[in-house]
């Protein structure tokens, strides 16, 4: 089998049933790579043995960090905050040979390629308002009203920066630079934890939750970087969508409570060669 660009995220190894999820992801052939868009444990130890044990299994593995693996538990050992828990698990993945966001960006070569891809950085600044607000703090407070509150706001710290907000406009800053010199003679595929689109966002049963899914500082950018598709996770519900005619794809595994009601777990996700017709 030629191999392909697969894509999975959300793996919580934290679950025993996950875990054994886990250990079935192998490739299809030597030349496959796999992205893997986030949240694959809170534990730094977990997040590091994960990643060795595809990276021993794929060609390549890219990732792009979660919420989850930036939060800082009490009982973890690795008890650094913000950007050096970031850089920490970027130093982490460079010893494993995994790519990260801070790595120059890969092209695939294979089936559907040669295609940039870009795994990013890019957090959340509340701008995903809650219905009926206009402002982080109107949001925010109809978040706690309700009792729709991200376990972000106690475990995930954003030293140095005074707010997580602050922190993903330094990161929107820095990663519009970087894709901006992408060679344009590649499309891309754009790989962040969090959706690029508020779109994807609309059919959450708490809609509340949505100003920890994103930015609208982001909204252009499968337009402008040329992507030929978008990869993310976050929300837990696997699906393909088009937005401007760019595929983007929701590639979690999320909770065993979750990926049971869907039956045997679909992952990983085929991202090219494109799985689907181009609407374009």
């Given at each position: ?14 679950y025993a049933e996950n875990r054994a999820v886990v250990d079935g992801l192998r490739p299809g052939s030597d030349e496959d790579w796999l992205i ?91 701008s995903f308002h809650a219905p009926g607000t206009t402002t982080k703090a109107e949001s925010l407070r109809r978040a706690y009203d309700v009792g729709?509150v991200c376990t972000d706001e106690m475990l995930l710290h954003p030293d140095p920066y005074p707010s997580r907000d602050a922190w993903c406009a ?111």
């Amino acid at each position: 089998m030629a191999g392909r660009l697969l894509a999975v995220s959300d793996l919580h190894v934290g679950y025993a049933e996950n875990r054994a999820v886990v250990d079935g992801l192998r490739p299809g052939s030597d030349e496959d790579w796999l992205i893997v868009a986030g949240d694959v444990a809170e534990r730094f130890a977990d997040v590091r043995a994960t990643l060795a044990l595809l990276r021993d299994r794929f060609a390549t593995v890219v990732w792009a960090p979660g919420n989850h693996e930036l939060w800082t538990l009490p009982n973890d050992p690795v008890a650094l905050r913000g950007e050096a828990r970031y850089r920490e698990l970027v130093a982490m993945c460079r010893e494993l040979g995994v790519l990260t966001p801070e790595d120059d960006y890969p092209v695939w070569t294979g089936s559907g390629g040669p295609v940039t891809v870009a795994p990013l950085f890019v957090l959340y600044d509340y701008s995903f308002h809650a219905p009926g607000t206009t402002t982080k703090a109107e949001s925010l407070r109809r978040a706690y009203d309700v009792g729709v509150v991200c376990t972000d706001e106690m475990l995930l710290h954003p030293d140095p920066y005074p707010s997580r907000d602050a922190w993903c406009a330094a990161r929107l800053r820095s990663t519009e630079r970087r894709l901006a010199a992408v060679d344009p003679a590649y499309p891309t595929v754009l790989v962040n934890h969090f959706s690029l689109v508020r779109e994807p966002t609309l059919v959450l049963r708490h809609p509340e939750f949505a100003q920890w899914c994103g930015t609208v500082g982001t909204a252009d950018w499968h337009r402008r970087f040329r992507a030929t598709a978008v990869v993310y996770g976050h929300l837990h519900i696997p699906r393909t969508t088009w937005h401007d005619g760019v595929r983007f794809e929701e590639v979690s595994l999320g909770y065993p409570r979750e990926w049971r009601r869907r039956g045997a777990p679909a992952v990983p996700r085929v991202v090219l060669p494109a799985p689907v017709p181009d609407p374009r």
